[in-house]
Each structure stands twice: as C-alpha cells, then as structure tokens.
C-alpha cells in the first residue's frame, strides 16, 4: 500500500480526523477498550516502516497496546483493534486511512527537504559565482536521488533543464524502495553526516523539524532520545569485555534490523538481552560449530526475544 522507504519516525503528531472516528463502524460496533486498543494501534503504525504498517505479530501487538503477554485479553479484543487493517503479502498489516495521511505527510517531508536543497543552491550560487547551476524543479530533484548536498551534484545540476532531466541518475529516487513486499524495518532514503564513533553510518533519517499542524505546533526534536548508535555502543562494550565481535560499519540491512527492534522492544529489553549474552558461556564462546553471538544474531526477531525471555540463561563463568 506504501513504499518501504516511508518513515516518519521523527513526527510525533499523527492527524486525527475526528469526525470520520466517531461516525466510524469501528466506534459504532465495538466495545470502549476494543476501540481504545484500535487507535493505539493506529498511532503505533505511524511511526513503524513503513509508516501505516503493523508486523504480523501477536507479541508485538499485545505491547503495542499495553497489554504486555495478556494472550487472553488480546485474544478478545483482536480482531476489533486490527478492524481496518489489511494482511499484505509480505506478512504486514497496512490501514488504508493512516497510510493516506502517512503518504500526505511524507510528500510534505520530501518538499520540504527540496526546499532546503533550493535555498542552498541559491547560497552556492551567491558564493561560486564563476559557476552557477540550476535550482532543480521537485520533478528534477527526485529525478537527481533527492540529494542533500550542492557540492555533490554540481555538474548534474548544470545541465538540468525542463527538457533534460537526468532521468537516469534516479538511483536513490522514485525507483528504489517501491513496489511489492514491503517488509519489517524497511526505511532511510536521506543522507546525514557521519555520527562520531569508531563504526560507519550508511545513512538515517535527517531529523528535519516537521509539522503537520502548521508553525504553532512545537517543533521536532532533531534527534530521538534512543538511538541506535546508542545500541551500538552498549554492544561495543559488551565485545570489548567478552570477546565478542565489534561492529565496525552501520549496514543500511542493520540499521533497519534494529530499527525494528527498538520500535518493539524498549530500553530495558535492550539491556536485559545483552545482559543475557554476557552471562551465557554458550553465546560468549559458542561450541564446535558455532563460533558465539555477534551483533546480526543479536538483531534477528527470534534470538532477541529468545534472549529478553531468558532462554539462554545461565550463571556466568
């Protein structure tokens, strides 16, 4: 229903049309807590990637909506809550209303970030002006790979023009990232700086101040308060004291693998899970045909949540 490139991860408001919700059959046929589960449900598919998307997943729902391991209670109240929500072929659920409103609010992401790369290339301008280049129409710019950076692009731009678009410098544009099987934790399209540290970033959101409600709305934070070079860090430390495998490059496949899993566990899972690696000789050490844990076997669904629920526990040799 979306393209897997679209994240919204850095906008913490989410439209609500109130008038479609209370006139709505969901609020008209469920019960008070089956709707309250729905609407949590609807604001945790905002910021997952893509945006409008749900994993297909029982445990994650049940904590998306507070209900922690209530199987029972979810039980009850499930097919209410996921009302609306389609089952796609690549084993998501996607809603149709808040992927509309994602798909708005991502446009209004990607003109804003064009905005911005006209403005430096009037700046550019003023400075070089021995060599003036051409201010890309929207069409042009995502035609270029939506880039960020002038100095990069100066001798595209020179020669864009309404009539020669370099249609196939598009690599990062409107081919990549659309189509069919959209997956858990697809995303990132922009590039950002190089965080500091001893590993390599592929590439992150850019974090640019949105609004969805016009300038009195209180601006975007420009960086969230969990990251996941925090999570690389914690596990950097973790390989120093254990032997284990540092991680030196930030791959764009790990970064969505952990995007993933921070949108469904929180901080504590975190820390429990390498606690648990720290205190299992079977996942420092390994054995004769498993060299121990490294940071992709953390990153898989299954290892994580075998790790948080203690199955690999043991007291520490």
Not at 73 to 97: I, M, N, Q
Not at 114 to 139: L, Y
Not at 254 to 260: S, W
Request: glycine residues 8%; proline residues 6%.
């Amino acid at each position: 229903m979306i393209a897997e490139e679209v994240d919204l991860q850095d906008f913490p408001f989410m439209p609500l049309h109130v008038a479609r919700l209370r006139d709505s059959d969901l609020a008209a046929e469920e019960e008070p807590e089956t709707c309250w589960y729905a609407v949590l449900l609807w604001a945790a598919s905002w910021h997952q990637i893509p945006a409008g998307s749900l994993p297909n997943n029982d445990t994650v729902l049940m904590r998306l909506v507070g209900l922690g391991r209530d199987k029972r209670t979810w039980a009850k109240h499930k097919e209410g809550a996921l009302r609306g929500f389609v089952l796609c072929s690549d084993d998501r659920f996607y809603h149709p209303v808040v992927v509309e409103t994602a798909l708005d609010a991502w446009n209004g992401k990607l003109r804003q970030r064009h905005a911005k790369f006209c403005a430096a290339v009037r700046k550019h301008n003023q400075r070089n002006t021995d060599k003036q280049v051409n201010s890309p129409s929207f069409d042009e710019w995502e035609a270029l790979g939506r880039p960020e950076r002038v100095t990069e692009t100066v001798t595209e731009l020179s020669r864009v023009t309404p009539e020669n678009v370099p249609r196939d410098m598009g690599s990062k544009g409107q081919g990549e990232g659309q189509g069919e099987g959209q997956g858990e934790g697809q995303g990132d399209s922009s590039n950002i700086e190089e965080p500091e540290g001893s590993f390599v970033d592929d590439g992150s959101p850019t974090g640019e101040d949105q609004n969805l409600f016009g300038d009195a709305a209180p601006p975007v934070p420009a960086e969230p308060e969990f990251r996941p070079e925090h999570v690389v860090e914690a596990w950097n430390k973790l390989a120093a004291d254990c032997g284990l495998p540092r991680v030196e490059k930030l791959s764009d496949q790990r970064r969505k693998q952990l995007k993933a899993r921070m949108r469904e566990y929180g901080i504590d899972d975190f820390v429990r899970a390498l606690d648990a690696i720290r205190n299992s000789k079977f996942l420092r050490e390994g054995n004769g045909t498993w060299r121990g844990a490294n940071f992709d076997f953390f990153l898989q669904p299954s290892s994580f949540l075998k790790l948080i629920e203690g199955q690999y526990d043991q007291p520490a040799h």
